[in-house]
C-alpha cells in the first residue's frame, strides 16, 4: 500500500510513473513521522527502535545497513570515497525502516535531502529538506514486498542489450585506434575473453562532444566496423559541458538556440571542465533534452552502440568567480612579510589554501545558474539532483527515436530515481583500495532497490596504483555484477590483466563469468521485468535469522544464488554464513570445479587467488555454457544445470534467451521453462523449448 503525502508545492522529478493515481494527502496525516517546519526547511522525524536496520539510498557510502551515520543526497564530483563522505554521485532518497515497524520512504526532492540515521542521536532518524515536498510511504509485509511496490511505481529499469554483461575494458585514455587495437590482440592472445573497449575523453577533438579526434582515429566508421567483426563494441563518453568554442556546430546551435543554462544576468553561464570553459546544457528542458539526445546519431550513425555519460553533476573545476576571489586573496597577502606572522597573515594563507582546494563543485556556482524548466525559471541548487538524470535522459529518449528496436548500452554517473528507467550508472572514481571493493559490494543491493540495476564498479580501482591480487579479487566480485568493466585514471599503472604475470589466473575467473552469462543475463531480465532485485542482503531473504540480518559481505543473487567474495588482502579463506543447507560450487577455473553440500551454519572456505565460490540455493536450477572469447559466441542452447534437490520432486526454471538486442522481452518466446522431475526414484527434465542439459543432480 502506498500513500503520497505534499508538502507546499513540489517541483516535479518525473521519478513515479503515473502520479495521478495517487491521491495527495497532507503532511498532517502523515503518522509515522513527527514533522516540523523551520522558514523552507521541513524536518521529519522517527524515533527507531534497538532492533531496526535502515535500508537504501542506493549510491551511498557505509554498510548495508545505514544506521549510525548521516548521508546527504547531493550529487558530488568527489573521487576521495573515504568513510567520513556524505555525498556520492547519485541522489537515491528511497529508505526501508526494518524493524517493530516495516516500511519505505520516499523522498521525491530535487534539492539536497539530508538523513540523519541515528547519527547524532542513535535512536532517531531525521529527514531534512526544503518544505516543498512528495513524501511516499509504502507498507507491505516485507522488506522485498516494499522493494517491489516501490519499484512499481518508479517504473521498469533498463535493460541493456546482452553484449553489456561481457568483460569491458576501459583506461583514461587509450589515445588512438591503434592502441585500441592493441588492447584487443592482447586480450585475444591469451584467450581473455572481451566484449568492449571504452574510449575516455582523449578520442574527441579538444574534449568536444561529438566529435572525433581524425588523427589519432582516422577512418573511424571502418574501424568501428573492424572491431565489431571481432566481436568489440566500442563505447565512448560523453561529458554535460559543451566547449565554448568559435566555429564548433554544438556550441553556436546552443548558444543560437537557448540551450544552455543562464547566469543571472540572462548570458550562457560558463564554468571550467575538462574542454577549458564550457556551458551546460540545460536538461531539464524538454526542448534541449531533445536536441542534445539527438546529437548522439552523430556516433550511432557510426555504427556506436553504447555511451557513457559523464560530469553531469554537473562537474564544475572552477568558475571565473571563484577564480577571481582565490586571485583577490592572494593579493592580500603580504609576500614579502617572512615569520613570525600576524595571526591575521595566517588567517589569510589558510582562507587562499581553503579557496584553492575548494575552486570545484562550490555551492556558490550551483547557486549562480539557472534553468528553464518548460517556462519556468529555477535556480540550479534546486533542482541540483535532477541533472545527471535528465543528461541520460535525454539520451535514451532520443535512442528510443533513432533505433526504436534496438537496446543500447548507456550508463550514467550521476543519477536521481527515475533515470534507472534510461540507463544504469558505475559507482564512479574509486580507489584501488580493498576497501573499496566491500564499499562495492555493499552499494549493489541497494541501488537495486531503488531501480539501479545496470551498475557495477570500475574493477581493479580507478584512483592509484592497483596491484595483481586486488585486481583478481575484484574481478571475481565483478563477474556477478550487471557492469563488468576494468577502468583506471590517467597516471596510475596500467592495469588490463596481461600486464600481469600468469594470465591464466585472470582467464580462469573471467571465464567463469562467461560461463554464467547465459544465467545472469536471464535472471538481470527476469528482476527488472518483474521488479525484483538481482542482488539482495541476505537480511532479505531471511528476515528471521537474526545472523544473515547483520552478513554485509555476502550477497544473494537472482532467484537461487548467494556469493561470498572475498576482498581482503593475502586472505586465502574466508568465513561464510549459510542461512540454509547449499549447493557450493568451487570454481577453480570453468572446467576444474568441486561441487558439494554444505549444511546451514558458519564455514571458513578456501579461496585461492584464481577461484570463484558460487552457492545455490535448494531446488534451484543453476545453468553454465561453455566459456568463449565473447558473448556472441556463447552458446546458448548447451549448459551444465546444476540442482541441489533433497526433497521435492518437481523444480522449475524460466530461462530468458532473446536475440539480445531487440525490445520484444515480453515475447513468450524468450522464455524456456526447464523442469526437473522426480518420478520413482527416476529423474526426468522437461524443456518447453528443447536444450541441451548435461545435469548434475546432488541429492
Ligand atoms: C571522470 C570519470 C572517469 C573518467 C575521467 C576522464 O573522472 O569519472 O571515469 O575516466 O573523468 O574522462
Not at 554535460?240 to 540551450?259: F, P, R, S, T, W
Not at 544576468?265 to 524538454?286: C, E, I, K, M, R
Not at 544504469?424 to 552499494?443: A, E, Q, R, V, Y
Not at 548467494?562 to 588482502?569: E, F
Request: net charge negative; aromatic share 14%; proline share 4%.
Amino acid at each position: 500500500m502506498i500513500k503520497k503525502y505534499v508538502s507546499g508545492t513540489p517541483i516535479n522529478t518525473d521519478a513515479i510513473i503515473n502520479q495521478k493515481k495517487y491521491e495527495n494527502h497532507s503532511l498532517a496525516s502523515l503518522s509515522y513521522f513527527n514533522f516540523s517546519t523551520n522558514k523552507d526547511t521541513l524536518t521529519l522525524s522517527y524515533p527507531l527502535s534497538k532492533e531496526d536496520a535502515i535500508y537504501g539510498l542506493g549510491e551511498a557510502n557505509r554498510g548495508i545497513n545505514k544506521r549510525g551515520y548521516r548521508y546527504s543526497s547531493f550529487c558530488s564530483d568527489d573521487p576521495n570515497h573515504t568513510e567520513e563522505k556524505e555525498s556520492l554521485y547519485g541522489a537515491h532518497n528511497f529508505i526501508i525502516v526494518d524493524g517493530l515497524k516495516t516500511f519505505g520512504v520516499f523522498v521525491d526532492c530535487p534539492s539536497k535531502v539530508e538523513f540523519d540515521i541515528g547519527y547524532t542521536e542513535y535512536d532517531k532518524l531525521t529527514i531534512s529538506c526544503v518544505s516543498d515536498v512528495a513524501i511516499y510511504i509504502i507498507n507491505g509485509n516485507s522488506c522485498l514486498d516494499i522493494v517491489s511496490q516501490f519499484r512499481e511505481i518508479i517504473g521498469q529499469s533498463y535493460i541493456p542489450p546482452r553484449w553489456a554483461f561481457g568483460y569491458q575494458q576501459c583506461r583514461w585514455s587509450y589515445m588512438s585506434a591503434e592502441e585500441i587495437r592493441n588492447v584487443v590482440k592482447k586480450h585475444r592472445e591469451i584467450n581473455i575473453p572481451l566484449d568492449a573497449v571504452y574510449m575516455d575523453i582523449d578520442y574527441m577533438e579538444r574534449y568536444k562532444d561529438f566529435t572525433i579526434n581524425n588523427d589519432t582515429f582516422p577512418d573511424f566508421e571502418n574501424f568501428v566496423k573492424e572491431m565489431q567483426s571481432s566481436n568489440i563494441h566500442l563505447v565512448p563518453i560523453i561529458d554535460a559541458g559543451v566547449k565554448i568554442e568559435e566555429g564548433y556546430d554544438i556550441y553556436e546551435e546552443g548558444v543560437k538556440d537557448n540551450h544552455f543554462c543562464k547566469d543571472a544576468q540572462g548570458n550562457d553561464f560558463v564554468a571550467a571542465v575538462w574542454p577549458g570553459y564550457t556551458h551546460f546544457p540545460d536538461f531539464l528542458n524538454s526542448t534541449t533534452r531533445k536536441w542534445f539526445g539527438h546529437k548522439y546519431k552523430f556516433l550511432i550513425d557510426k555504427g556506436i552502440d553504447g555511451f557513457w555519460n559523464d560530469m553531469n553533476e554537473p562537474a564544475i573545476f572552477h568558475s571565473a568567480n571563484g577564480i577571481e576571489n582565490a586571485i583577490n586573496l592572494l593579493r592580500d597577502i603580504d609576500t614579502k612579510r617572512i615569520t613570525p606572522y600576524e595571526e591575521d597573515e595566517v588567517e589569510k594563507l589558510f582562507k587562499l589554501k581553503d579557496a584553492l582546494g575548494n575552486l570545484s563543485n562550490q555551492t556558490s556556482d550551483y547557486e549562480s545558474f539557472y534553468h528553464n524548466m518548460d517556462g519556468k525559471t529555477i535556480r540550479h541548487d534546486k533542482v541540483h539532483n535532477l541533472y545527471g538524470y535528465n543528461m541520460t535522459r535525454a539520451a535514451g529518449e532520443a535512442f528510443d527515436e533513432i533505433e526504436p528496436n534496438k537496446r543500447l548500452l548507456l550508463f550514467s554517473r550521476s543519477s536521481y530515481i527515475g533515470m534507472h528507467r534510461y540507463g544504469g550508472i558505475w559507482t564512479g572514481d574509486n580507489h584501488s583500495w580493498w576497501s573499496h571493493i566491500l564499499l562495492s559490494i555493499k552499494m549493489m543491493p541497494s541501488l537495486n532497490m531503488c531501480g539501479f540495476m545496470y551498475v557495477g564498479s570500475d574493477i581493479g580501482g580507478f584512483g592509484c596504483n592497483t596491484s595483481r591480487d586486488l585486481l583478481l579479487r575484484w574481478l571475481a566480485f565483478g563477474i556477478f555484477t550487471p557492469l563488468m568493466r576494468n577502468h583506471s585514471a590517467l597516471g596510475t599503472r596500467q592495469q588490463e590483466v596481461y600486464q600481469f604475470e600468469n594470465t591464466e589466473e585472470f582467464k580462469n575467473v573471467i571465464d567463469i563469468r562467461y560461463s554464467l552469462i547465459p544465467y545472469l543475463y536471464s535472471e538481470y531480465v527476469k528482476s527488472a521485468l518483474n521488479n525484483s532485485m538481482y542482488f539482495r542482503p541476505l537480511a532479505f531473504d531471511y528476515p528471521e535469522d537474526e545472523i544473515a540480518r547483520d552478513v554485509e559481505d555476502q550477497l544473494m543473487l537472482g532467484e537461487g544464488l548467494m556469493i561470498t567474495p572475498v576482498y581482503t588482502q593475502n586472505a586465502k579463506r574466508r568465513y561464510v554464513y549459510l542461512p540454509e543447507d547449499m549447493l557450493y560450487i568451487r570454481f577453480k577455473g570453468y572446467d576444474k570445479k568441486e561441487v558439494k553440500v554444505l549444511e546451514k551454519g558458519h564455514h571458513s572456505i578456501d579461496v585461492a587467488l584464481d577461484e570463484v565460490p558460487l552457492f545455490v540455493k535448494k531446488n534451484h536450477i543453476l545453468l553454465l555454457t561453455k566459456p568463449e572469447m565473447s558473448t556472441a559466441d556463447l552458446n546458448y542452447d548447451k549448459f551444465d544445470l546444476y540442482c541441489y534437490n533433497p526433497d521435492t520432486s518437481s523444480v522449475t526454471y524460466k530461462l530468458f534467451n532473446d536475440d539480445g538486442y531487440s525490445k520484444d522481452y515480453m515475447n513468450p518466446e524468450n522464455f524456456n521453462t526447464l523442469q526437473i522431475e522426480k518420478k520413482d526414484g527416476n529423474i526426468e527434465i522437461k524443456a518447453a523449448t528443447p536444450v541441451h542439459l548435461n545435469m548434475n543432480i546432488y541429492e
